[in-house]
């Protein structure tokens, strides 16, 4: 059976497996609040992830030179699915970044296989890197952040802890409200338009990423001072629509930083 099918197209169905799996939690989470809301939420996860995994198959099936498969392929498959067989995304998320590197180093330079993996890669940012660092700097990010707000708005912070303009409201700045969460996103997307495009990951790229993750870190700063100047509509912007429209606007301040590296990047390769 797995003679008859490429590399790219094996570890296209491996590495979305993984993937998926890694990110259970979010769509059992998205369907339990019913089927409404887990299509409007894309099951819970992100489309920026969405449109990297469909990058990943488009590129699997696209016509090309033959890549059989190498030595060891077969048990890294059964290795690979016997993981997400487990209920444990971390399990997952640790799977998918190392057949991830095997992919990337037994690969030739820009084979299909070669950009499945890099873009596999950047995903293992969100599923597995991006939840050590959150871990790990999420908090001293959110405090940083937090520091910038009195400097802009005026709003009194100690610490984590912003207080509201009306002086009596306080919101504590948890490691979760920080912007390390959405940086993966903008890294996930650069990388992917890389290999769709066939564009080398060079200046005008990594300075689009730059600005992308820099426009995040400002979307975000100036949602917490909304909390700060409006308390009343703190589960609007938090939890409810409000928090879809910001979501909504990391997509495309991200989507746009990144058209515009895209074409410098053709350009100068043009």
């Not at 030179?65 to 030595?71: C, N, T, V």
């Amino acid at each position: 059976m797995l003679e008859r099918i490429e590399r790219p197209q094996l570890h296209a169905v491996l590495v979305t497996v993984l993937a998926l799996n890694a990110l259970a939690t979010h769509i059992f989470r998205s369907w339990a609040k019913g089927w409404q809301d887990a299509a409007l939420s894309l099951l819970g996860i992100n489309a920026i992830v969405w449109i990297a995994l469909l990058a990943i198959v488009a590129i699997a099936c696209e016509p090309g030179e033959a890549e059989p498969g190498k030595p060891g392929d077969r048990l890294v498959a059964a290795w690979a699915l016997l993981a997400a067989l487990f209920p444990s995304p971390p399990l997952a998320g640790a799977a998918l970044f190392l057949l991830a590197v095997r992919l990337a180093w037994t690969s030739p330079p820009a084979s299909r296989s070669r950009r499945i993996a890099l873009i596999a890669l950047a995903l293992s940012g969100r599923v597995l890197w991006g939840k050590l660092a959150l871990g790990l700097f999420g908090g001293p990010i959110a405090t940083l952040e937090s520091a910038i707000l009195p400097w802009l708005t005026g709003l009194r912070i100690d610490g984590n802890v912003l207080t509201a303009i009306d002086g009596e409201t306080t919101f504590v700045v948890a490691a979760s409200c920080s912007s390390v969460a959405n940086l993966s996103l903008v890294l996930i997307l650069g990388v992917t338009a890389a290999q769709v495009f066939r564009l080398p990951l060079g200046k005008p790229l990594w300075l689009a990423m730059a600005g992308g993750m820099l426009t995040v870190v400002a979307l975000n700063t100036l949602r917490l001072a909304g909390f700060g100047y409006y308390p009343e509509y703190f589960d609007y912007w938090h939890s409810g629509p409000g928090a879809a429209l910001f979501g909504h606007g990391i997509l495309l301040t991200i989507g746009l930083a990144l058209m515009v590296g895209v074409a410098h990047a053709q350009k100068r390769a043009a």
